[in-house]
């Protein structure tokens, strides 16, 4: 579970004689090497995951989907019809993963199961076989499990903190939580975990040693924060990602560890150290009658994806949720919607995994889910793309292959049609290029001097670009040179991650820096590649000479400490120019530099 609507409703502990047979037949030892665990199996994450997920289903009001209440889609009746449509439609694709979310150790009411060591155990009229026996049937299929645990020890758990802790002689649950009982995750459902005391990480153990001799291949980790709509000490689950790394490791089976949601960006060095992927937005689901919609929050991955684009590589992948474009008007999209949904996931390099009813798939969602072109884009050698315009509702992104080409994704954000346009210059080169339709298969022979496509609303374009031309030359400009104009509050300041050491900052309130004697040989259109840093997304004023400005909005890069670039069009007359920045009455990047083309 993934959203603010999680409530832990108030629950009686229950012991099951069941789990408690389960125990003592050994359910905590660990599972014999499957198909996971062979030597040829590449590293955890090597590539983005590929799969299924139960929560878009289970958290929607979409008629017919959760009859007997909220969440009660979660069945392991529903589990078996997904893996077996995975299996049929999907495996040969690369998808694999089956992942059971949150309520599978909760009834309909959200009561808790757990065995007599403070750990989730199978809801029996959820699981009546159980989460091992879920696991192996998953298994049997020829794909891996999944399952799903919150941050810290849930409240029904702690048992007046007189709990035992499973393999842990004399520890009890009161020995493993702060004693002022401080709550911890996105709901506030768990108290917080004190890893000073030598408790602590038995318990962490014991739930990896349970999870893996059931089997499992993959842990999500929800409610992490800093991040899941929380900061502060209080909310810092970075003891537990470290707690949980070790813990699976010690079990001796690769487990993938996923965290979720919306994750602070300012630890995303300990995200990458301790697991193998990161939710970095709020759940895509609408929690309404369909299963995601365009505004909430498909487009928001617009804009939150950028300054997370270096942090994706082989052992970890920023995740943007759940791919929900396979069931059409159960979707809550519109096709257009659907594709650049998907061509997004693709080009960020994001785990591909639907929440859609796989048994009921539309021949177009089947299309979109299946397009080898697409998936390769996201599962090979590619780096992830980040804008190469401002975030603007008309954007080009883009990334540079290994072998020379270049992925490049038009998109239409606006709410009515528009033309978007790559320019070979604002990639770096000129001349011709051959372009290649990722969706439709089909080649457009080559293109001189850009790309353009007529887009619907919400539309998308994706292309493999292959440079046939030479490289452009640019002249660089320095925005701290003397030979620049700064007014207002613009002022120059040391900046490590620039090229000349320095930056202009400090762009707020009518701050304003201007470009002087910028010069070109001939008058035209030139894509000005602008060196800024932002730890947010941002807007600025830019003009030439005394033209009208066009306010642009810039990407976030991450955190104050990071330079990124994006490509403007200026309209400039041969001979000498002058560039302007101008915040305006809002708050501007800072900005590095600016590298202007020889040629237009």
Not at 244 to 258: D, F, S, V, Y
Not at 506 to 530: H, S
Request: proline share 6%.
């Amino acid at each position: 579970m993934r959203s603010p609507s999680y409530v832990v409703m108030p629950a009686r502990r229950v012991l099951r004689a069941a789990a408690v047979l389960a125990l003592a037949a050994g359910a905590v030892t660990v599972a014999p090497a499957s198909h996971a665990d062979s030597s040829d199996t590449p590293p955890l994450a090597a590539k983005p995951y590929m799969g299924w997920s139960s929560w878009s289903m289970q958290s929607s009001k979409y008629p017919g989907l959760n009859p007997d209440g909220d969440y009660s889609y979660l069945t392991e009746a529903n589990i078996t019809k997904q893996t077996d449509a995975l299996a049929a439609r999907l495996k040969k694709f690369g998808y694999e993963y089956v992942d059971i979310d949150a309520g599978w150790w909760r009834d309909n009411a959200w009561k808790p199961e757990y065995d007599p060591y403070g750990r989730q155990q199978a809801d029996p009229k959820r699981f009546p076989s159980g989460m091992k026996a879920v696991a192996d049937r998953i298994h049997s299929k020829g794909l891996k499990a999944g399952i799903y645990l919150p941050a810290g020890l849930e409240k029904e758990a702690y048992g007046d903190g007189k709990t035992p802790i499973w393999n842990a002689d004399g520890c009890t649950t009161a020995d493993i939580v702060y004693g002022d009982l401080r709550t911890t995750n996105g709901w506030d459902s768990s108290y917080k975990l004190d890893f000073s005391r030598p408790c602590t990480q038995k318990y962490i153990d014991s739930q990896a040693r349970s999870i893996a001799g059931w089997g499992y291949d993959f842990l999500k980790l929800d409610g992490v924060g800093p991040g899941s709509g929380k900061s502060g000490d209080q909310y810092d689950n970075v003891a537990d990602v470290a707690a949980w790394n070790r813990a699976i490791a010690a079990t001796g089976r690769p487990i993938h560890l996923e965290l979720s949601w919306s994750l602070d960006i300012g630890h995303a060095a300990d995200w990458k150290k301790y697991s193998n992927g990161w939710r970095i937005d709020t759940d895509v689901e609408c929690y309404c009658n369909t299963l995601v919609s365009w505004e909430n929050s498909v487009d928001d991955r617009w804009d939150d994806t950028p300054g997370w684009t270096r942090y994706a590589g082989p052992g970890g992948w920023n995740d943007l949720d759940s791919l929900d474009v396979g069931n059409g008007e159960m979707d809550g999209l519109t096709k257009a919607e659907r594709q650049s949904y998907a061509t997004l996931w693709a080009i960020a390099k994001s785990p591909l995994f639907t929440g859609d009813d796989l048994t009921r798939l539309d021949s177009y969602g089947l299309s979109l889910l299946t397009n080898r072109e697409v998936i390769a884009l996201d599962q090979g050698a590619t780096p992830p793309a980040r804008p190469l315009t401002p975030s603007d509702p008309q954007q080009v992104w883009a990334a540079r292959n290994p072998d020379g080409s270049y992925t490049v994704a038009l998109f239409n954000l606006a709410g009515s049609p528009a033309a978007v346009s790559a320019s070979w210059a604002s990639l770096g080169f000129t001349g011709t290029a051959s372009v290649r339709d990722l969706w439709n298969h089909e080649n457009l022979g080559s293109l001189k001097d850009k790309v353009t496509e007529a887009l619907p609303a919400h539309g998308s374009r994706l292309f493999t670009v292959t440079p046939h031309g030479g490289a452009l030359a640019f002249t660089g400009y320095q925005a701290e040179s003397s030979a620049n104009t700064l007014a207002g509050n613009a002022s120059v300041a040391d900046c490590s991650a620039c090229s000349g050491g320095k930056k202009v900052g400090n762009l707020y309130l009518g701050g304003k820096l201007t470009f002087n004697d910028i010069v070109v040989p001939k008058a035209g259109t030139y894509q000005v590649r602008i060196a800024y840093v932002s730890g947010d997304a941002r807007s600025v004023a830019v003009s030439t000479d005394d033209g009208g400005a066009t306010t642009h909005r810039f990407p976030s890069t991450g955190d104050w400490g990071t330079a990124e670039t994006v490509t403007v069009p200026l309209t400039l007359k041969a001979g000498s120019n002058t560039i302007t920045f101008d915040s305006g009455n809002s708050y501007a990047p800072d900005i590095d530099r600016i590298d202007v083309p020889q040629s237009s």
